[in-house]
């Protein structure tokens, strides 16, 4: 039996994950906001598609920190309501995330670390992937509170990788840093899960195996030549 099955409305909030939406808030605003003023000719040089998708990208953290705090404060009708929304904003970051990645593609400059162009491509498209999954699970788990809000963290969680590899950059750090720092939020939910559920929540152990799947792909797929073809076909 599963005891975290209850309606949503009735699951009493935890301020754990209102902060840890903080905290990855905050990684985001860093990030980007290190990465763009970083530009020779600021932010305003950014293109109108950049623009959009990080607005896109920092209200999703922005959205599932209210949510988490409206639960804390026992609002969970409003919570509900602005759920319905959260659809509509996944749809944008899918949208603006797949023509950020056709305009990487165009860009024969484009590199994450030392992988090659085509290569480099693997690490958005996964992080989209997971995102995707680990939101629609967290939607159809919708009633049950231990395991939708862990989901929506998760969800965060697994796409929060180019504000992280430019907040590494941006502090000069090696590359390495970026799954360690990755590694560190998922050890810090799955420690909750051990204080406060003396178990491991599955929702956390699927995030954390999604997160190790994409960097099997990243490692070990990206450089192969039948993904160069299928970056070519999807991205072109």
Partial sequence: MDTDRKPANLTKGEPFFAVFGLLLTVIV?????????????????????????????????????????LIGNQRPKLHQTLG??????????????????????????????????????????TDLINFT????????????GG??????????????????ARLVEAVGAQFVFIPIIELSLFAALLAYDRIKLKRLHWTSLL????????????LMLASRPAWVDLAKLLFS
């Fill in 84 to 125: 319905r929304l959260s659809v509509i904003l996944a749809i944008l970051m899918l949208l603006t995330g797949y023509f950020m990645m056709r305009s990487a593609y165009s860009n024969p400059a484009f590199s994450i670390g030392s992988n090659s162009h085509d290569a480099s491509m693997m690490f958005p498209l």
């Fill in 133 to 144: 999954l680990v939101f629609t699970l967290g939607l159809f788990h919708r009633t049950n």
């Fill in 147 to 164: 395991a939708h809000k862990r989901l929506m963290l998760l969800a965060g969680i697994l796409i929060l990788d180019p504000a992280v």
């Fill in 29 to 69: 605003i860093s990030g980007f906001s290190a990465s763009a003023l970083a530009l020779p000719e600021g932010p305003a040089s950014l293109p109108l598609l950049y623009h959009l998708h990080g607005l896109i990208f920092l209200t999703w953290f922005v959205f599932f920190t209210l949510q988490a705090n």
């Fill in 207 to 218: 995030g954390l195996s999604l997160f190790f799947a994409a960097m099997a792909a990243k």
